[in-house]
């Protein structure tokens, strides 16, 4: 018998119904050992020996494998074939050998798909693990576990608020920081843009000054409105005639299919999915069969499978559609392994496939894999010049017409940023001498924007570029930044907040190499010589280890005040910054005699007054700039201020006071926000059923209704006040039945996916006290934080409540023996 292990249950139902009799599939449930998260785990003194743990959660699985391994004759490790992958077989390996319960004969086997056709033709070709890629992820867990079990006990010492460092977390934070630092030293400049419209053959176009008295106009030449006036009226006066037609063809290739990255890019523009979703039904896709594997770097396809695209455009569009010879496509990526093919459909004859979310991402997967071999797009680009016989101004107008769209009938790259051009504006047929005539003139005011704040896809696009990280870990170092709060997401942005901000400003001050963007992508490159087989492991981790061991050591040994007076310094341009009248930027705002300076507080850092306890004037470490100098009590009216206290930010009016929850920005707050705030709890009525008021308030843990001694959460502070009786009614008896022992007796579920395989009961998503999860009846498992209820899959259900179950069931809490009284 040959026992073959794979990761998860739905890969392993799959491949045990291809392989056939004399096969038996079991899945680890991914990784089986990891490092404890203890003192020790790595002994850089013993060549930096490892000593793993198996997972709690994985001994059932494992015992499992090991029954199995006893009575088979081979081993096939049939783990996903990547670095990852390559571990878990490892890991699965050693586990056995330790058990005496390894076959005599061991395989590794890989596949780029889960097809019948990919999983028997890996079969016929089996090899030996590959010690480079082990090496390569030892390699990487050491560092990381290195430098986040030394940095954050740093951190917890001397920076009160601060929860963790980690190799690339803290280097993708400090990317969000600078853009922010960006924003607030950002000065708006005032511009102009004067335009004309002119009309020809019922077809109107816009051209905009170009030149003025012999002068180019920029974009910011134009700066008050006294000159976009004096502009206006040259443009008013003057009669125009075009004085040259400028016609370019020129072509538009598609991009290539997706990478890992250029698919969770790609997902938050078009279909607003995080990087952590994208992946999550990614990964069903490919378990499911419908995608080939989704964590790569390469960016081409399988000759067969260009060769089926190739087929399935020629049948949905004609032969015109088809480049003459197939595309290959080579990336520019630093650090690209390129080890495995691009994602792509595993069937071109399937342009749809599953629901939900999962069809979406499928279809634009789907799309982009076949775009990828179609012919260019054609176009023509027109460009147009105006003068007036004065010959005062001249205009300029763009435009552009698709000749023929090529791969543009089916797809076109979404962007990160719009674009304010005007070349895709059609263009009347114009020609020298024409006279268009001309229907108006305006002028309008500009300013410039400060660089915008990352999203998603731009952060990961970015961390790419830079050659810092790996596509396959961007989802998890992004969900961390979440997780930690170093950053919060404000309409699609990442914005760090004061934790992030003071983090990666001590460790640009007392850590900078390690945070640096170069030393971080020239580490990745070390690491991919490791995986090459052209450094050794250790090597590289006695380098890192001899410069940081002693680095760590001397921050160590500094006071928590002398850690505080270093960030106060390195910080001083953007805590203080000069002052318009030219006073001196720490001579606090309110006592007039006192210096500002930075100081460490139970929670997190603030700036102060040095005149303390006579002036209590202090600002939240956040602000800085501008915003700092206004700080202190604000007067919104109507008696209310706005303060900021320890605990954040606040109204108050009198004896009374509200605190600004989360989810409204202190910008926002007016004097209506503020009164409405002061006004909770906000009585809605009385019951339908009981004649006792029902009433909407923000509390400890956010906004909720209250009735009658029972209480129901609100999901935004909106609700408290826009939620009517009807939909209080509700929310307070769907409360009243999910909680306590009567959890799930009457509620509706979310969706029912399906049986479970093993104890045939049926699978439903439900809504629960502490949010989402899965249940065949007998157990239940929590979805993922961010996870979509509506979006999770049967398959994924299975494979949730089988990991839960496998931990048994958890621990009661026994009460006290009662204490024995004296006789």
């Known amino acids: 018998m040959k026992l073959v292990v794979v990761e998860s249950p739905a890969k392993a139902k799959t491949i045990e119904k291809y392989l056939g009799s004399g096969h038996r599939v079991l899945a680890s449930f991914g990784h089986v050992r990891d490092l404890p998260p203890k003192d020790g785990s790595v002994d850089p003194d ?103 079990f030394t940095l954050s006990p740093i951190l917890w010492r001397k920076l009160p608020g601060a929860k963790s460092a980690g190799r690339v977390q803290s280097v993708a934070l400090r990317l969000i920081v600078d853009r922010e630092r960006e924003i607030d030293v950002f000065k708006p400049q005032e511009y102009w843009a004067v335009s004309a419209t002119f009309e020809k053959d019922g077809q109107s176009f816009t051209a905009r000054l170009a030149q003025l008295d ?186 552009q017409v698709v000749l023929f769209p090529g791969y543009l009938a089916l797809y076109e790259e979404g962007r990160d940023e719009k674009s304010d051009d005007e070349e895709g504006a059609r263009m009347p047929h114009l020609q020298r001498g024409d006279a268009p005539a001309k229907t108006g003139v305006e002028a309008t005011q500009h300013s410039t924007q400060p660089p915008p704040r990352y999203s998603e896809a731009s952060l990961v696009k970015r961390l790419e570029e830079l050659g810092i990280g790996r596509p396959s870990t961007y989802a998890s170092i992004l969900q961390t930044l979440k997780d930690r709060e170093y950053v919060r997401v404000d309409k699609g942005r990442f914005v760090p907040e004061e934790s992030g901000r003071l983090v990666t400003a001590f460790l640009e001050r007392f850590f900078e190499k390690y945070v640096s963007y170069d030393y971080t992508a020239e580490l990745e490159e070390e690491l991919d010589d490791v995986s090459g087989g052209r450094l050794d492991w250790q090597k590289l981790l006695d380098a890192f280890w001899r410069d940081f061991k002693p680095k760590a050591g001397e921050v160590m040994d500094q006071k928590p005040s002398e850690i505080t007076q270093a960030i106060d310094e390195f910080l001083e341009p953007w805590l203080y910054p000069p002052r318009a009248d030219g006073t001196d930027p720490r001579l606090c705002p309110q006592c007039g005699k006192g210096r500002l300076s930075l100081r460490g507080g139970k929670f997190g850092a603030f700036v102060a007054c040095s005149n303390y306890p006579e002036c209590r004037y202090t600002q939240k470490f956040g602000q800085g700039g501008d915003q700092a100098q206004s700080d202190g009590p604000q007067e919104l009216g109507e008696g209310i201020l706005l303060k900021t206290g320890r605990f954040g930010p606040y109204v108050e009016r009198g004896d009374k006071r509200a605190s600004i929850p989360k989810d409204v920005p202190v910008d926002d707050v007016t004097a209506e926000i503020a009164e409405r705030l002061l006004s909770l709890p906000r009585e809605i009525g009385a019951h339908p059923e009981t004649g006792k008021p029902i009433t909407a308030s923000i509390g400890r843990y956010g906004p909720y209704l209250a009735h009658d001694g029972k209480y129901a959460k609100l999901g935004s502070t909106a609700e408290v006040f826009e939620t009517g009786m009807n939909a209080a009614v509700a929310k307070l008896a769907d409360a009243a039945s999910g909680g306590g022992r009567q959890r799930g007796a009457s509620r509706e579920p979310i969706a029912v996916l399906g049986k479970h395989p093993a104890s045939g009961g049926d699978i439903k998503v439900m809504a629960g006290r502490y949010g989402p999860y899965v249940t065949d009846g007998t157990t239940n498992a929590t979805l993922p934080k961010g996870a979509e209820p509506k979006s999770v899959t049967l398959d994924e259900a299975v494979r949730m409540i089988d990991e839960r179950a496998a931990k048994g069931p958890p621990a009661k809490k026994g009460r006290r023996p009662a204490r024995k009284k004296a006789k």
Request: net charge positive; hydrophobic share 40%; no cysteine.
């Open 46 to 148: 013993q060549a930096f020996e490892m000593l793993w743990q198996v997972s709690p959660d994985r001994s059932k699985q494992l015992r499992a494998i090991t029954d199995e391994a006893k009575k088979a004759d081979t081993l096939i490790l049939a783990t996903d074939p990547d670095r990852e992958g390559e571990a878990i077989s490892w890991h699965v390996q050693e586990v056995l050998r330790q058990k005496k319960a390894l076959p005599a004969k061991v395989e590794r086997v890989t596949f780029n798909a889960i097809t019948n056709s990919a999983v028997t033709e890996a079969m016929k070709r089996p090899r030996g693990l590959d010690e480079d890629l082990i090496d390569a992820y030892r390699a990487r867990r050491a560092l990381d576990y290195l430098v986040g």
């Open 214 to 399: 012999g002068k180019k106009i920029d974009r910011l030449t134009i700066g008050s409105r006294r000159d976009a006036d004096a502009a206006k009226a040259v443009l008013d006066a003057g009669r125009f005639t075009v004085s040259s037609v400028e016609t370019k063809p020129f072509a538009k290739n598609p991009p290539p299919p997706f990478t890992t990255s250029t698919l969770q890019q790609e997902a938050a523009r078009k279909l607003g999915f995080s990087a952590s979703h994208t992946m999550r039904v990614a990964q069903s896709l490919y378990e499911d069969g419908l995608i080939t594997y989704m964590r790569t770097d390469g960016i081409d396809m399988a000759p067969e499978a260009v060769s089926a695209a190739r087929r399935a455009i020629q049948n949905r569009y004609d032969a015109g559609f088809v480049p003459d010879r197939p595309r290959q496509y080579q990336s520019k990526i630093k650090n690209a392994q390129e080890a495995h093919e691009a994602i792509r459909p595993t069937d071109f004859e399937r342009p749809r496939a599953a629901s939900g979310d999962h069809a979406r991402l499928y279809e634009l997967i789907y799309n982009r894999a076949l775009a990828s071999q179609m012919a260019s797009a054609r176009l023509e680009r027109t460009t147009v010049e105006l003068t007036d016989g004065a010959g005062r101004a001249m205009l300029r107008a763009s435009g």
